[in-house]
């Protein structure tokens, strides 16, 4: 596959997406950075920001297994992963599957199931590959989770800890539309049937596992200067700096960072990475993986806006 090629594939992706999912044309190329880059993506949103129709609409244009998980309060480790039960039978026990077993998995609601649950994830998402009863199970290399959570309801969710919220390439923050937008998307439903769960149905499959091995080995074979790297370092040791931030980003951080700039510099057709590609991705890829002291808490500043002040400071390569 060339980049031409990958191109081809990235903009026929966004036309299919776009045609359920209108004005989030920025949070889609992101969600495809972070396929290409072998990422999570965590979505947050208050509800009816289309954060599920997104998560599922991204799912329909690929040919892959897709598996859903609503998270609940009394949703167990094993609901997630699967557990093994006694086959009177062959007098052996069987591996019943959960739903993680898929290529493309929707944490739904992610923050309302509690910590034990959430940490059923945590191996899975950093080394697709699960234990149960002392055996481990791959979930194959095209595995990706994308998580939905609702940052304003408190009553009956359980904060990610900073440990799983490493695990996603990027947070994705998605807010209301525009009243263009907003009226577009009112205009197109009414034109269409009342029944929940049709709006996917008619979306082509764009890209299978064989097509998405390709793009990703074209990713792969991009190689960032050391320049862009040592700008990424700059950027990432500055958090650790900061009187605003107690906590800064780690090693982890600094590698998603370059990881996500190689698929970016990919999807716009070049095999290099350029300043302007580590500026867009520095706070989606940072915002979740940074602490806020205490002065910036009380000054109700956002790590958004702390992250934005220290890319400000921050001198970029020429």
Do not use: C, W
Not at 13 to 23: F, M, N, Y
Not at 72 to 77: A, G, N, R
Not at 116 to 134: F, H, N, P, W, Y
Not at 198 to 220: M, N
Request: charge should be negative.
């Amino acid at each position: 596959m060339t980049l031409d090629a990958l191109r081809q594939h990235t903009d026929a992706l966004r036309a299919e997406i776009g045609r359920t999912v209108l004005g989030q044309e920025d949070i889609v190329d992101l969600l495809l950075v972070a396929l290409f880059a072998r990422g999570h993506v965590l979505l947050e949103g208050p509800p009816g920001t289309a954060k599920t129709l997104l998560a599922r609409s991204f799912a329909a244009v690929l040919a892959l297994d897709f598996g859903r998980i609503q998270f609940t309060p009394d949703l167990m480790p094993g609901d997630v992963l699967g557990t093994s039960i006694f086959d009177f039978r062959t007098n052996a026990f069987v591996l019943t599957k959960g739903p993680v077993f898929s290529q493309v998995l929707l944490a739904d609601e992610i923050n309302r199931a509690p910590p034990k649950t959430q940490a059923a994830l945590l191996q899975a998402m950093s080394e697709r590959t699960v234990s149960i009863d002392g055996s481990d199970h791959s979930l194959g290399r095209e595995f990706i989770v994308v998580a939905t959570q609702n940052p304003i309801e408190q009553q009956g969710t359980y904060p990610l800890p900073e440990a799983q919220l490493d695990r996603f390439l990027f947070k994705l923050v998605i807010d209301f539309p525009p009243e263009d937008i907003e009226m577009a998307i009112l205009r197109q439903h009414a034109a269409e049937p009342l029944e929940a769960g049709l709006e996917t149905a008619s979306l082509a499959k764009v890209l299978d596992a064989a097509a998405l091995a390709e793009t990703r080995s074209l990713v792969d074979g991009i190689i960032l200067k050391d320049d862009i790297l040592a700008y990424i370092l700059r950027l990432i040791r500055a958090t650790r700096e900061s009187s605003e931030i107690a906590f800064g980003a780690s090693t982890r951080a600094a590698d998603a960072l370059a990881s996500a700039a190689r698929a970016t510099a990919a999807i716009n057709g070049r095999d290099y990475a350029i300043p302007d590609d580590v500026k867009r991705l520095f706070v989606p890829t940072l915002r979740h993986r940074v602490v806020l002291g205490p002065a910036a808490e009380i000054e109700g500043r956002s790590p958004a806006q702390v992250l934005e002040n220290i890319l400000n400071q921050i001198e970029a390569p020429r």
